[in-house]
C-alpha cells in the first residue's frame, strides 16, 4: 500500500497539466508550512528568524522542468537577484538550484551560460550554490556539469543519491576535486535497472556514502530526516573523532522542527532547506510520496487563511 501511495504520488509530480493548474490556481498549499514565501523578499523576515534560532539555511526557488529559453533566463535572474538580496541582507543562507529550471531539457548551452552569470555573481560575493540532483536520466549531465564548473569556481557544490547504484562510484570519481556534497537518499521514481528498490539496501547504501566522505576529511552536509541515520552520523563522528565543525546536517522547512533546533542545541550544525515561490506542485508532491502524514499538514495549510 505504501509503494502504491509513493508511486501515485511520484506519478502526480510531473503531471504538467496538474502543475499548471496549480499555478494558475496560485494557491500557496502550504504556506506556513513547507514554502517559506511566495517570492525571496517576502521570505527574509522569515530567514532571519531562522538564522536567530541557530539555523543555516539553503533557499530554493520553486520550479523544474522548464522548456522555455525565456522562463529559463527568468529564474537565471532570479536566482542572481536572491543570491545579491543575501549578501546585502547578512542572510547565514546558501542557494540551491534544478538544472532543469535552468535550461537542461532545452539546451545544455543555455544552462552553462545561465550557471556562468550565477556563479560569477556567487563567487563575487562567497554565497555557496548547490546544483540540486533530479532523476536519474539527467544525473549524468547534472555531473557534467559540476565537474566542469567546479574546476574554475569554489562557491558550487551538489548532491548524490543513496538510492542510485552508481553512487559509490560517482563519490570516489567526484572525490579528486574535494567537493562540499550534500548526500540523500533520493526522491524520485527510479527503475530497478538504476536504484535499489528496497528501502533497507538504500539505507545501507547512505550509510556507505556518508561513512566514507566523513572519514575523508571533506566536508559533507547528511541532508536527512530520518533519526537512524543521523544517530549513525554522530556515532561515527565520535568513533573517529570527526569535529562537528567537519559535516552539517540539513533538512526540509517544516519537516521535524523539533529535531532541527535539538540539534543546534546539542552544538551540531543545521541547515533548512526552504523553497520560496508559486511553482510548488512537483516539490510538495514528492513530499507527499516521502511521507503520506505530510497529506494531514498539508490540507491544513490549504485551509489556513
Ligand atoms: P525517509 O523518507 O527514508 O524516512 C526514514 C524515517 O525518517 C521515517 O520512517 C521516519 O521515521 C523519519 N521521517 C522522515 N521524514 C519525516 C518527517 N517529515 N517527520 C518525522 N519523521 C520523519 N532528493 C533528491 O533526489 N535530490 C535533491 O537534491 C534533494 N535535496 C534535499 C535537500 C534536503 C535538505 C533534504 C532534507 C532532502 C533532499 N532530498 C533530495 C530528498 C531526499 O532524497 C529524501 O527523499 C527525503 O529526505 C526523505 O528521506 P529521509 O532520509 O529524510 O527519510
Known amino acids: 500500500m505504501q509503494v502504491i501511495t509513493r508511486d501515485f504520488f511520484l506519478y502526480l509530480s510531473k503531471n504538467k497539466a496538474l502543475n499548471r493548474a496549480a499555478q494558475n490556481w496560485g494557491g500557496n498549499i502550504a504556506a506556513g508550512k513547507i514554502v517559506g514565501g511566495l517570492n525571496f523578499p517576502s521570505s527574509i523576515k522569515f530567514i532571519k528568524e531562522l538564522n536567530e534560532e541557530g539555523l543555516s539555511v539553503t533557499v530554493d526557488h520553486l520550479g523544474e522542468f522548464v522548456t522555455s529559453t525565456s522562463v529559463a533566463k527568468e529564474r537565471t535572474e532570479e536566482c542572481i537577484k536572491t543570491i545579491e538580496m543575501i549578501a546585502a541582507e547578512g542572510l547565514d543562507s546558501q542557494v540551491s538550484v534544478k538544472m532543469t529550471s535552468l535550461g537542461l531539457d532545452i539546451d545544455e548551452k543555455l544552462v552553462y551560460e545561465n550557471m556562468t552569470r550565477i556563479l560569477d555573481t556567487a563567487e563575487k560575493l562567497k554565497i555557496m550554490v548547490t546544483i540540486d540532483m533530479e532523476d536519474e536520466v539527467r544525473c549524468q549531465k547534472t555531473l557534467d556539469i ?29 572525490n579528486q576535486f574535494k567537493p562540499f556534497l550534500r548526500l540523500v537518499k533520493g526522491a524520485y521514481k527510479e527503475s530497478p535497472n538504476v536504484a535499489f528498490p528496497d528501502k533497507a539496501d538504500v539505507d545501507e547504501n547512505y550509510k556507505k556514502l556518508i561513512k566514507t566522505q566523513l572519514l575523508s576529511g571533506i566536508y559533507t552536509a547528511i541532508a536527512t530526516h530520518d533519526d537512524a541515520m543521523i544517530e549513525y552520523t554522530k556515532q561515527l563522528a565520535k568513533d573517529h573523532n570527526i569535529l562537528p565543525n ?3 546536517f540539513q533538512m526540509l522547512y517544516g519537516m521535524r522542527t523539533a529535531t532541527q533546533k535539538k540539534l543546534v542545541k546539542d552544538g551540531y550544525k543545521m541547515r533548512v532547506y526552504v523553497p520560496y515561490g508559486n511553482d510548488w506542485y512537483g516539490y510538495f508532491m514528492r513530499r507527499l510520496a516521502e511521507r503520506p502524514a505530510n497529506i494531514a499538514f498539508a490540507l491544513k495549510g490549504m485551509t489556513k487563511k
Request: charged share 30%.
Open 146 to 174: 559540476f565537474k566542469d564548473f567546479k574546476q574554475r569556481y569554489t562557491y558550487i557544490s551538489t548532491v548524490l543519491q543513496a538510492y542510485l547504484y552508481r553512487t559509490e562510484n560517482d563519490l570516489n570519481e567526484l
Open 246 to 248: 567537519q559535516f552539517e
